[in-house]
């Protein structure tokens, strides 16, 4: 069974400044997808970024970018110039690509940034 | 605007009652999900539907159940049979299944 591990419950970075959050995950399977995804205080789930194993490229969405590393099964997120928006927790998640409606989820990372 | 809707955003039950969840979606996706968020802990899902009329067991279906008659709609009930019902209930759906799946903004149960 796949797993997804969040080794950072909680982290902070200033406003402005640039963070990352890591993401590991163990699987058998060659082709996936991998999801990041924001809970803010209003706890629904937003899809913030979303990379295809089978793509080297690694994602980007405005201030929001992957490190996809496939061979460490690695797949952090870089948040660049913080704002006090991106406060939240922050959710890694795995999804097969034979057993496509099953999204397994880290235990999340609790993002503060600091004014 | 397109979207998808839980309700009610708080639910309080008493213990042996039966409570239902609502969802519903009117962004013509054919692909629903009801996941479990407990603290500390990911989401875990509890059923999906692929199609009206069918749905299938996630990893904790026993104490729940789902229908699924109409395609914008995938209510959940929480059963007397479920052992620690108290959580926040998160619906989700996608074009299909190999989509990325978006969610509602969820529905928080008490069991008093």
């Known amino acids: 069974a796949q797993t997804v591990t969040q080794s950072q419950p909680e982290m902070s970075v200033q406003e402005a400044e640039t963070v990352t959050l890591s993401c590991t995950y163990d699987?058998?399977?060659?082709?996936?997808?991998l999801f990041w995804y924001k809970q803010p205080p209003s706890r629904q789930m937003i899809l913030v970024i979303r990379?295809?194993?089978?793509?080297?490229q690694n994602a980007t969405e405005n201030r929001f970018s992957v490190n996809f590393q496939k061979a460490a099964k690695s797949f952090s997120l870089k948040i660049s110039d913080s704002q006090l928006g991106d406060a939240a927790m922050y959710f890694c998640a795995y999804r097969s690509a034979i057993r496509t409606e099953k999204l397994t989820f880290g235990t999340g990372t609790r993002l503060t940034i600091i004014p | 605007d397109g979207g998808i809707t839980q309700s009610p955003k708080y639910l309080f039950r008493k213990e042996g009652q039966n409570v239902t969840l609502s969802c519903e979606q009117n962004?013509?996706?054919?692909?629903m999900y009801w996941y479990r968020q407990d603290p500390g802990q990911g989401l875990r899902l509890i059923y999906y539907s692929q199609i009206v009329n069918d749905f299938q067991k996630g990893d904790i279906a026993e104490g729940y159940s789902v229908s699924r008659e109409k395609k914008e709609s995938f209510p959940l009930t929480v059963t007397s049979a479920q052992k620690n019902p108290t959580a926040f209930y998160l619906c989700a759906s996608s074009i299909v299944t190999t989509d990325t799946q978006y969610f509602g903004p969820g529905t928080r149960l008490t069991v008093l």
């Open positions: 699987t058998s399977e060659s082709d996936y997808y």
């Open positions: 962004l013509n996706h054919d692909a």
């Open positions: 990379q295809e194993a089978y793509k080297q």
